[in-house]
């Protein structure tokens, strides 16, 4: 069983599994490799100098894995809530349990709808729906989250990447049972 399993490994995704897994949470992250990342141009990044999107998507892939997270490229055809406890998802490999879900799926909020998930009107533009959440990225379910645009944040990537990396805070806060600050210094 995983403490998290995270549909999604764009900017918001693989930020949040970079932070959980750092902080030594058993983390899974499924991606289906159709993020729209992959056709940008990045120039807006804080501390980065331009950047295609397929490179700035290769190298957050690789620092959430450099912490243990697992990346699965599959795609997900099924989740279930398993008596209130955890989540089953289903792919077309084959199916994880998780105990907590993070829904980092860009402007798609299909996943979350068949799941039962409570789901708005879009804010930005060309984004018809997103997933209803509190100011923690909490959703109508429990253990279940969602980050980054589909949670109604900005389509721009620094934006949805530290969205992803809030939430996962949220969660690794929720897990750990008080508040978790990951901090690092320089070493001599």
Known sequence: MYDIGIIGAGPAGASAGLFTAKAGKKTLVIDHGKSITAKAWVENHYGVDAVEGPKLLETGQQQLTKFGAELKSE??????????????????????????????????VKAAE???????????PR????????????????????????AGKSVHTI??????????????????????????????
């Open 75 to 108: 795609e997900v055809t099924a989740i279930h809530f398993k008596d209130g406890a955890y989540y089953e998802i289903t792919t077309t490999e084959g199916s994880y349990q998780v105990e907590h879900i993070l829904f980092a799926t860009g402007m798609s």
């Open 114 to 124: 068949h799941l039962g998930v409570k789901t708005t009107e879009g804010t930005e």
């Open 127 to 150: 984004v018809a729906k997103i997933i209803d959440t509190d100011e923690h990225g909490r959703t109508s379910l429990p253990k279940a989250w969602a980050a980054g645009t589909v």
């Open 159 to 188: 934006i949805t990447a530290g969205h992803g990396a809030e939430t996962a805070v949220n969660i690794i806060s929720q897990l750990n049972g008080k508040r978790y600050v990951d901090h690092d210094i320089l070493k001599d």
